[in-house]
């Protein structure tokens, strides 16, 4: 890749910044071209294609911060000035002079992604083919399923990341992703399924993933769900699906070992060091994992991504952290600080979120359990990381009764403390499947992630059924 | 730059005389100041915006957009050649027509509002809440303005503009291991309540430390505004959608003139309130604006339309397009009223006596969208005993249906609050079944 000839401009700016007497200062831009496709029962309803230009100037005053962004890059220069201008006047007010970012290496590279398929060649019609075979897949021999939604977007970047410490990174991602929604009836009865599947891996890789597969198993989880009931309420024993492990480990221990979340009051803050669970518990952030939705080579301050240790045999071990908050806490960056676009400013976030492999089978806990439920399929989740309460939707569950599986449930909700499912995990198998994919929100910005883990089981918690 | 672009869609739409064409324009400006700890902490200001083409061939629309509109001709080539494969059929656009004259969407005084200000704003609120409370804690919040400009041209002889501000500012506020969040909005900077956010914030925090469980048990249950609109967001909104009304995906499809909630109930949509956050002359699709009673005494009137799920039903479109530049029209509603004829009161917990408050849940975006069924957990709510505050309430859920739950209303409050697109008060449910 030819070095982007932005880099003069770039790197006046940001010497001119720190002349003016700015301590530190970074440029991000983003240039792409996307393309968006919404299916619905076998018609391509909404084609949409266009540029988004963005950039954005982030400029650090003594202890304060000045942000600027917009869309018109030959406006870089008033863009710096207006965010300098803006970190004097926080300055003014707040004399904040205690933020030091972390010492980090200067990274001067130019990031080469290889795609076989390169998007440029990648035709509408390739695109559309995509969906015929999903609606296939979903609908073919299925006269319940009512209606099948895909939806379909790639994005083609040139983005560059420069500091005023000399770093400068350049690289061109390319982005796809897909999803299905099916949505199956029976007289009055009406239920839906989700299935996705996005990566950094390129076109080629959006054709292995099979979308005819990914709907019919969606499709056919639907039908099945037309046979299922609400679960009873109240506390049981509960086995989780490495789909509700990933959810669980990103929303309640993820969200709160996030250096900002802990720093504005989370339940873990000052853990640091100490018992959260049992020995065999571990949980793991590692951006650097290729064929996940997280994945990232250097994080939105130019940090190189790296395998961070959050939970390690059930003590805490770190937080994850930006420049800024590893600075505050006297450790390196973790490599966690990622902007939504340049539009954004850089906050501390997950990417690949993962439990490690305990040591049981799936058989074993089950033949452990009495009375209690299986619960899979993500249907997302919530924490407030102060008061350690959160709560995750899962798809479908399975009743259990004297260690075997029986009738089918739905709609499970399970809220419950994050310190205290963390302490009541009883087992961990060894089947690790990091498949989660999804965005993650925080402040306004959503960002790829993946989530998952093996199956784990907890003593008890709240299930929150109709039946 | 907004009479350049007018005078070149005016000549593509020329050039292209067989293609109708469509071109929204949009266009904000706006400036944020961040709290973090106790203090503003970060302050930004951006400025960004783009235009979208949609394109009409052969009774298929398809859209391409750009930010430069100096790449206005290619644009409207790419949104040809989308529409050429869509299959999304739209065989015309909304016509010329005039549009109402909704007051109250702009206020100078917040369209003059940058960073620096808002800095100021948030050490004021900072400082707000610490005088209630030494040991409280600002542990995140904002203040944010905005200035939007939009503007929508067509093949039709559409051609309209409309700008609007507005203000919005949310805290969190710690207190131990208990938090409390309130989040406001206004357009008008003068009506713009900071001490609401406050006090709510503040008061959520302090009583809500040492919460206790309940157990399992049905009990009379009052929601607050917010915790009405995130139910609402996931279960009422996508039932009311024409277009997922049309593709089987909601479980009102064939209850037009049914009776679907009490009679004293009714739900009306409404863009021309003034100072309406969600207020406007035009919407997505250059339709104009206006009231729809959706549930009128009980009574299913009208589904929510934009103007291609209308011209599929052989309708007219209620006028609720929305979307911006970079994509189609989707369904939305504008300011949605939840109105209760039944019993209203001052104080609702005097009037409750036994019972429990909501005024927060967690995970309403787990709800299941087509039968309204939800099932969430309970993040803050009080105990209500002897018509007062009894104590906080922890690891507790709810689970319902929103028809249900709705069926169940016995009273309203008098605080009639505008939370994202719900305007409707505290409303109290008898029998609510509560999980611990």
């Known amino acids: 890749m030819e070095r982007n000839e932005n880099e003069s401009k770039f790197r006046k700016t940001l010497d001119s910044l720190i002349e003016e007497g700015a301590r530190y200062a970074d440029i991000r831009s983003s240039d792409s071209s996307v393309c968006s496709m919404m299916h619905k029962n076998g018609k391509l309803e909404d084609v949409s294609t266009g540029d988004v230009l963005s950039i954005g100037v982030r400029v650090l005053y003594k202890g304060s911060w000045g942000f600027v962004s917009g869309n018109d890059i030959s406006r870089l220069g008033n863009l710096a000035r207006d965010a300098l201008k803006i970190a004097r006047s926080m300055h003014d007010l707040n004399g904040d002079e205690t933020v030091s970012l972390s010492k980090e290496d200067t990274i001067d590279k130019d990031l080469a992604y290889k795609y076989r398929c390169d998007l440029d060649s990648v035709s509408i019609d390739d695109r559309i083919r995509l969906m015929e075979a999903g609606y296939k897949g979903a609908s073919e021999g299925r006269p319940e399923i009512g209606s099948v939604s895909q939806r379909y977007q790639d994005a083609r970047s040139e983005v560059t990341f420069a500091n005023s410490e000399g770093s400068y990174i350049t690289s061109s991602p390319q982005y796809c992703c897909y999803s299905v929604l099916c949505n199956s009836r029976r007289g009055e009865r009406a239920e839906a399924s989700y299935d996705n599947h996005a990566s950094f891996l390129g076109f080629d890789d959006m054709v292995k993933a099979d979308t005819g597969k990914l709907a019919a198993g969606a499709a056919q989880r639907a039908l099945d769900l037309l046979d299922a009931k609400s679960p009873p309420s109240g506390k049981m024993p509960v086995i989780l699906h490495p789909s509700i492990v990933g959810l669980f480990v990103h929303e309640a221990v993820g969200h709160a070992s996030e250096a900002d979340s802990a720093e504005r009051g989370s339940i873990l803050r000052g853990m640091i060091g100490k018992r959260l669970g049992p020995d065999f518990l571990d949980i793991i952030d590692d951006p650097s994992i290729s064929g996940k939705h997280g994945f990232f080579r250097y994080d939105s301050e130019g940090v190189k991504a790296q395998k961070t240790q959050i939970i390690k045999d059930g003590m805490f071990r770190s937080y994850m952290h930006s420049r800024e908050t590893a600075g505050r806490m006297g450790v390196r960056s973790t490599g966690n600080a990622r902007a939504q676009s340049p539009l954004h400013q850089p906050i501390v976030r997950m990417s690949n979120t993962y439990l490690g492999n305990g040591d049981h089978s799936l058989d074993e806990m089950f033949c452990d359990t009495k009375d209690g439920i299986y619960m899979k399929g993500s249907k997302g989740g919530q924490v407030n990381t102060v008061d350690g309460t959160f709560t995750f939707g899962a798809e479908m569950g399975y009743m259990i009764k004297d260690g075997k599986k029986r009738r089918l449930v739905k709609d499970c909700s399970i809220s419950g403390h994050i310190l205290d499912v963390l302490k009541n995990v009883e087992a961990v198998s060894d089947d690790l499947d990091i498949d989660g994919t999804g965005f993650c929100g925080k402040d306004g910005q959503a960002v790829p992630v993946s989530d998952g883990g093996p199956h784990m089981k907890v003593k008890e918690m709240v299930v929150g059924g109709k039946g | ?436």
């Open chain 2, 1 to 436: 730059m907004i009479d350049e672009i007018i005078a070149s869609a005016d000549d593509q739409i020329r050039k292209n005389k067989d293609v109708p064409l469509e071109f929204f324009f949009e266009d904000e400006s706006l400036s944020v100041a961040n709290i973090q700890n106790g203090k503003p902490y970060s302050a930004e200001r951006s400025v960004a915006g783009g235009i979208g083409v949609k394109a009409i061939v052969g009774g298929y629309a398809g859209l391409s957009f750009a930010m430069d509109p100096a790449d206005l001709e290619k644009t409207v080539k790419r949104a040809i050649s989308n529409a050429r494969h869509s299959r999304l059929e739209q065989e015309t656009l909304p016509g010329k027509t005039s549009y109402p004259d909704v007051k109250g969407l702009n206020d100078k005084n917040i369209g003059s509002l940058g960073p620096d200000d808002l800095i100021g704003m948030c050490a004021d609120l900072c400082g707000r809440i610490k005088s209630i409370d030494k040991r409280l804690n600002v542990s995140e919040g904002s203040f944010e303005s905005s200035k939007t400009e939009s503007m929508i041209i067509n093949s039709e002889g559409v051609s309209s503009r409309c700008s609007g501000t507005e203000i919005s500012a949310g805290a969190e506020a710690v207190f131990g291991n208990s938090s409390g969040m309130h989040f406001n909005a206004s357009r008008s900077l003068g009506k713009f309540d900071i001490q609401s956010i406050v006090d709510k914030a503040s008061m959520l925090a302090i009583e809500g430390a040492a919460p206790k469980t309940i157990g399992t048990g049905s009990m009379t249950t009052l929601m607050v505004p917010e915790v009405m609109e995130q139910i609402f967001s996931y279960t009422f909104l996508p039932a009311i959608n024409a277009d997922r009304v049309q593709k089987g995906q909601s479980s009102l499809a064939g209850k037009l003139g049914d009776k679907i909630l009490p009679e004293d109930m009714s739900i009306t949509d409404d863009p021309l309130i003034d100072s309406g956050l969600n207020s406007g002359p035009f919407d997505r699709d250059g339709v104009s604006c206006r009231k729809t009673k959706i549930v009128e005494e009980g009574v299913l009137g009208t589904y929510l339309y934009n103007h291609a799920a209308a011209c599929k039903d052989g309708v007219e479109s209620t006028g609720n397009g929305v979307g911006g530049y970079s994509s189609m029209s989707r369904i939305g509603p504008t300011n949605l009223s939840v109105s209760y004829s039944g019993k209203g009161c001052q104080d609702p917990v005097s009037e409750v006596g036994d019972g429990l408050i909501i005024y927060d849940v967690l995970g309403a975006h787990t709800a299941n969208p087509i039968t309204g069924d939800f099932s969430l957990a309970v993040s803050k709510a009080f105990r209500i005993k002897d018509g007062s505050i009894a104590y906080p309430v922890k690891n507790s859920m709810i689970a319902g249906n929103i028809f249900d739950l709705l069926g169940k209303v016995c009273l309203a409050g008098k605080d009639v609050t505008q939370t994202g697109c719900l305007v409707s008060p505290t409303l109290g449910f008898s029998d609510q079944k509560i999980i611990g």
